[in-house]
T-cell receptor, first 114, second 115 residues
Framework: DQQVKQNSPSLSVQEGRISILNCDYT??????FLWYKKYPAEGPTFLIS?????DKNEDGRFTVFLNKSAKHLSLHIVPSQPGDSAVYFC?????????????FGKGTKLSVKP | EAQVTQNPRYLITVTGKKLTVTCSQN?????MSWYRQDPGLGLRQIYYSMNVEVTDKGDVPEGYKVSRKEKRNFPLILESPSPNQTSLYFC??????????????FGPGTRLTVT
């Protein structure tokens, strides 16, 4: 049973436009959500996070929106740049203090075309 | 430089030959984890450790062992590797953050092939 779902394996966007990456989850006990970015031949790097008590978190060009009632979060990148081309993983943490236990989605490959 | 290191980066081995993938972090982090990444399956957690001598199973622990004898190291042990353990492995660490959570820092990955 997949608890964190990224239903779009890939997304292609023109440079300068908005990229929207989506993530759905099934477990209402998740209390923290994160986005990681991964380039080929490198480990994932943390991008942005949001607590379940918030509905929006912004960091520069990156904004994460959380809709708890729909169990849905999205990552907006605006404006998109060619250097943003990477695989993006959505992840969720189970509540109860178990910090090490992250559940990842399958990832969405973003391609930003010049 | 703050980092998570893994060795080896690439390994080809045969079924049944015990191997260890080392992971070390120099950030004094309490938490360390191992993940495997497979096509179409994303990142799946194998084991994690909340502190020295404290380890727990993730979502796919079968066929793996770990130990946490010291804070900086968290080796992944495959006692009898099988072809279905061919994968890309990532080690990660994180500090104990205020409010109980911090993001994880990942190593560069170890690509393991078991024939």
């Amino acid at each position: 049973d997949q608890q964190v779902k990224q239903n779009s394996p890939s997304l292609s966007v023109q440079e300068g436009r908005i990229s929207i990456l989506n993530c759905d989850y099934t477990n209402s006990m998740f209390d923290y959500f994160l986005w990681y970015k991964k380039y080929p031949a490198e480990g994932p790097t943390f991008l942005i996070s949001i607590s379940s008590i918030k509905d929006k978190n912004e960091d520069g060009r990156f904004t994460v929106f959380l809709n708890k009632s729909a169990k849905h979060l999205s990552l907006h990148i605006v404006p998109s740049q060619p250097g943003d081309s990477a695989v993006y993983f959505c992840a969720a943490k189970r509540g109860g203090g178990s910090q090490g236990n992250l559940i990842f989605g399958k990832g969405t490959k973003l391609s930003v075309k010049p | 430089e703050a980092q998570v290191t893994q060795n080896p980066r690439y390994l080809i081995t045969v079924t049944g030959k015990k191997l260890t993938v080392t992971c070390s972090q120099n950030m004094n982090h309490e938490y360390m984890s191992w993940y495997r990444q497979d096509p179409g399956l994303g990142l799946r957690q194998i084991y994690y450790s909340m502190n020295v001598e404290v380890t727990d199973k993730g979502d796919v622990p079968e066929g793996y062992k770990v130990s946490r004898k010291e804070k900086r190291n968290f080796p992944l042990i495959l006692e009898s590797p099988s072809p279905n353990q061919t994968s890309l492995y990532f080690c990660a660490s994180s500090p104990r953050g205020t409010g109980g959570f911090s993001e994880q820092y990942f190593g560069p990955g170890t690509r393991l092939t078991v024939t």
